[in-house]
């Protein structure tokens, strides 16, 4: 099932679920007082269902179920609607860096600009030896590594980016994310798909010359993510039993495909990942964790640049497509 935000009329926040040929949104609030199953208060918003998760879900089963039934004033086309992030603002927001080579080749591009022979030569160690002198540090294949952003920054489907004016680099990053349905702590990966919610996708803006330079501090990044609009969500939030695995994704740039990857080349599975940040730490409904960007699929690793005006376009099979413009804030 793949649950959405959107706004109504009156620029209000309201939840539904897709219908099978995703071409029109069940309004759950208005299904259940129309059908008269569970209780429509739980289905306010998405952190609503969240809290209630097992109660709050269930019902929305039962709508889905039944959407035969229901009058057609609470099934709406979704082209006529304007999308919010499935979460508008998320509890909290962590993102990872799960992809191996993602990191690889981010320092290949950094380490071109200083001297493309250095670039080269590690590129051909790479072809003889399985792997170039360019490597993440030790920890990184310890321990899945996170930071955490701003949960208030968060826009959705067809929603303006702005480009912020103290960067000259903005980056896209191809990656998706789990929002946290049942919370716990200790969770053991053997029992952490239990707890996610579901799945979206998540583009995680970035303000590449200023994160070089904040980044040399050994602290961060903290300014080159934090800027309004800077993480891009949706267009949907995709039960776990309606995800394949792994992952097949590509980013396109005004209708150009950039880059493509899966999730099996993740270091750290997601399920690794959340029994890591669950030690003795709880996880609440509402949590966003994000992968880390799929290889291949930044500016900095294509050492190709985006500019306002660009369509940027995420796309993983059994999701969907999450689609943003760049702005200035001129715009």
Known sequence: ??????????????????????????DLVAAAESLGVGDASLLQSMQQML????????????????????PPTVVLPLGDLRLAAPLPRPRSLRDCLAFERHLIQCMRTVAKWKSWSLAAFDTGLERVFGHGFLRPPDVWYRRPIYYKGNPASV?????????????????????FAVVIGRGGVNIPASRAREHIAGFTLFNDFSARDIQFDEMAGKLGPAKSKDFDTGNAFGPWLVTTESVPDPLTLRVRVNGEEWGCGTSAD???????????????????????????????????ELDRWIKPGDIVELEADGIGVLRNRIVRPAE
């Open 1 to 26: 099932m793949k649950f959405v935000t959107y706004f109504d009329g009156e620029n209000l926040p309201r939840t539904g679920v897709l219908t099978a040929d995703e071409e029109a949104v069940i």
């Open 51 to 70: 809290d209630s998760f097992d109660v709050a879900f269930e019902v929305a089963v039962r709508i889905f179920e039944s959407r035969h039934r229901l």
């Open 155 to 175: 826009v959705g489907h067809d929603a303006e980016v702005r480009w912020p004016p103290f960067t000259q680099r903005l980056d896209f990053e191809l990656e």
């Open 266 to 300: 993740m270091h750290f599975s997601m399920e690794e990942i959340v029994e890591y940040i669950s030690r003795d730490e709880t996880l609440f409904p509402g949590d966003v964790i994000g992968s880390g960007t799929v290889p291949g699929c930044c500016g900095l």
